[in-house]
């Protein structure tokens, strides 16, 4: 399997450009995750699906982000407008099964705003 | 909200010592507990431990979870340069998938 894939990357854009970061999970796998890493904040869960349904977004920081899960195969990070503070890495996860807790990774998308 | 402190943030050993990472946590209808090791780019898994005082090892690390006293150790002896990584632990609860991270041990091994 090739596990989680993510792109792009790498992501520089400028203020106020529209970003789009995608997430194909582990084939078989029914939950998948969003999440954003920074030095100061750490590890922080943005939001989860399960069966293609958002569950919680809880962490969504503010309505410049959405995300969409239009398939098991499939979703995206969208944000509009980028904001410098923003800067990142996103990464995806995705995990299989009702209440099974491990979560595969994928490498991630290194977002600059500038 | 369920809250997950790791200590130290950060520690400087050279190879051969051994280490202990410590994980102390704060949740509702705890189910598990689980450790990371990320070096470069993702998070890879490690263990995962549901009940307390049952070991999980695997080559030269190890770890063991205590549910009286809401707190994991993950142990590493020998320690090589390899192992230089931040080192997370995460919980879940009962309540579905999510994982609620601490916020990582950073460790350097030097040679």
């Known amino acids: 399997d090739a596990g989680v894939i993510q792109s792009p990357r790498h992501e520089v854009t400028e203020m106020g450009q529209e970003v789009t970061l995608r997430c194909k999970p582990i084939?078989?796998?029914?939950?998948l995750f969003w999440y954003r890493q920074t030095m100061m904040r750490g590890l922080e869960l943005l939001i989860y699906?399960?069966?293609?349904?958002?569950?919680?977004d809880s962490g969504m920081p503010e309505d410049r982000f959405s995300a969409k899960m239009p398939n098991a195969s499939f979703s995206t990070l969208k944000i509009q407008p980028s904001e410098p503070r923003d800067s990142a890495v996103y990464f995806c996860?995705?995990?299989?099964?009702?209440?099974?807790?491990?979560?595969?990774f994928g490498p991630g998308t290194r977002l600059t705003v500038l | 909200e369920d809250k997950v402190v790791q200590s130290p943030l950060s520690l400087v050993v050279h190879e051969g010592d051994t280490v202990t990472l410590n994980c102390s946590y704060e949740v509702t209808n705890f189910r598990s507990l689980l450790w990371y090791k990320q070096e470069k780019k993702a998070p890879t898994f490690l263990f995962m431990l549901?009940?307390?005082?049952i070991e999980k090892k695997s080559g030269r690390l190890s770890s063991i979870l205590d549910k009286k006293e809401l707190f994991s150790i993950l142990n590493i002896t020998a320690t090589q340069t390899g192992d230089s990584a931040i080192y997370l632990c995460?919980?879940?609860?009962?309540?579905?998938?999510?994982?609620?991270f601490g916020g990582g041990t950073r460790l350097m091994v030097k040679p």
């Open positions: 995460a919980v879940a609860n009962n309540a579905g998938n999510m994982l609620t």
């Open positions: 699906f399960n069966n293609n349904v958002p569950i919680d």
């Open positions: 084939s078989g796998h029914n939950s």
């Open positions: 549901t009940s307390s005082g």
């Open positions: 996860a995705s995990s299989f099964g009702v209440l099974n807790n491990e979560q595969f």
